[in-house]
């Protein structure tokens, strides 16, 4: 057997030894603890292990006793002829393959739970690398997200607000959102999706809809703090289920549990006046990089509070401003089209041509009638469409 791998095999049967006795209720803390005094026994047993090499596998597996001097004295042991004890600390692999099996029982990362990244860094390269023509939306979610994270006791949950029309990127965002904040994205236990007309497609059931949505968002919080909660078509959730979950949003100091927390709705509402304001800005022979926030916002909370059979005009959402940041998706141009078109070729490992690019994106139905600026399905079934130009 390879050295490397006895190591971490020897390690691993230490740190499963003498777990007899502790009950699935026992505290984080003291079940770490209770495995570091059983792996410090067991390898004493086996030698007279350094007392250099101990701290630095501590330091290693449960960050205690860390200091530059480790390597230094790892360092003296080893010019003084002491390499047997090399085969136990074999490197880089050994430790990190022992410290990621730990990591799934208790927290030891850097964000306190290893199933939360927090990639800011990768959120941003890859929103500038991947979602095209979208300069408020990269700006803005990128500000609020880090802000968020960053404060050491937000008030409250923070809450984002996607509009636009279908196709400009909203649910590619909040995918791209996932995957930076949690290690299994979408998939994560942290992670609740909900889709109005799939989760709650009868009006008449709205009271169960209410405890059940109640008691998963508290379910999922106590699972993992920060958490994120994502509700798909959000104009059409019933007022009341937006209602029913204002508390778990709203600032209360004695529900801090919530704070670190995020929601997300995404919602068609509001595309027309994005729209509009598209459109005025290219008839004026201006770029659409000058829309500013501040000259987009208020138009679109008018028109989200126009009297309609959508949730947030009747929730109190809006009333009590609790979205703390709305997020608009412009319309997307041609060449915003021809963007998408390249992606779903490199995607997919195949080769393309300018010429490819235009056909596919001249495929797309486009509007207004007279100038035909904007698609009218965003980026959908673009990568459907490339199916059409393979041999």
Avoid at 136 to 152: C, N, T
Avoid at 174 to 193: F, I, M, P, W
Avoid at 216 to 236: G, W
Wanted: aromatic share 10%; net charge negative.
């Amino acid at each position: 057997m390879a050295p490397g791998l006895g190591c971490c095999l020897l390690l691993l049967l230490l740190l499963l030894g003498g777990s007899a006795g502790q009950g699935p209720q026992a505290e984080e803390a003291a079940w770490g603890r209770a495995r570091y005094e059983a792996v410090k026994k067991h390898l004493g047993a086996v030698g007279a292990l350094s007392k250099q090499y101990w701290r630095y596998l501590a330091c290693r597996l449960w960050q205690e006793g860390c200091g530059e001097e480790e390597e230094e004295e790892m360092e003296d042991e080893e010019s003084r002829g002491n390499s047997g004890w090399r085969w136990l600390l074999v490197g880089e692999d050994c430790l990190d393959v022992v410290s990621a099996w730990y990591c799934s029982f208790g927290k030891c990362c850097k964000t306190g739970d290893c199933r939360i990244v927090n990639n800011i860094t990768g959120l941003e390269a890859d929103l500038d690398r991947q979602l095209h023509g979208q300069h408020l939306a990269k700006e803005i979610i990128v500000q609020a997200v880090r802000g968020f994270l960053q404060s050491p006791r937000p008030r409250k949950a923070l809450v984002l607000s996607f509009h636009g029309w279908s196709g400009t990127g909203k649910n590619f965002v909040t995918r791209l959102l996932a995957n930076h904040l949690y290690r299994d994205g979408l998939k994560s236990e942290c992670v609740r999706v909900f889709i109005s007309l799939f989760h709650f497609p009868h009006h008449n059931y709205v009271d169960t809809y209410k405890a059940q949505l109640e008691k998963q968002i508290s379910e999922t919080v106590q699972l993992c703090q920060q958490s994120l909660f994502i509700f798909d078509e959000a104009e059409k959730l019933h007022f009341s289920l937006l209602d029913a979950i204002k508390p778990f949003m709203a600032q209360h100091d004695n529900q801090g549990d919530y704070r670190r927390s995020i929601f997300l709705f995404l919602s068609n509402l509001g595309g027309n006046t994005i729209n509009e304001v598209a459109l005025d800005f290219w008839r004026a022979g201006r770029v659409r990089e000058e829309i500013s926030m501040e000259y987009l916002e208020q138009r679109l909370r008018l028109e989200l509070l126009e009297p309609a059979e959508n949730g947030y005009a009747r929730s109190h959402l809006l009333k009590e401003d609790l979205i703390d940041f709305f997020v608009p998706f412009l319309p997307l141009e041609y060449q915003h089209v021809k963007l998408c078109v390249r992606d779903a070729f490199s995607a997919r490992g195949l080769p393309y041509t300018e010429a490819a690019l235009d056909e596919v994106a001249r495929m797309m139905v486009f509007v207004p009638k007279e100038e035909k600026l904007f698609s009218a399905q965003g980026c959908k079934s673009v990568a459907q469409r490339i199916n059409y130009f393979l041999p």
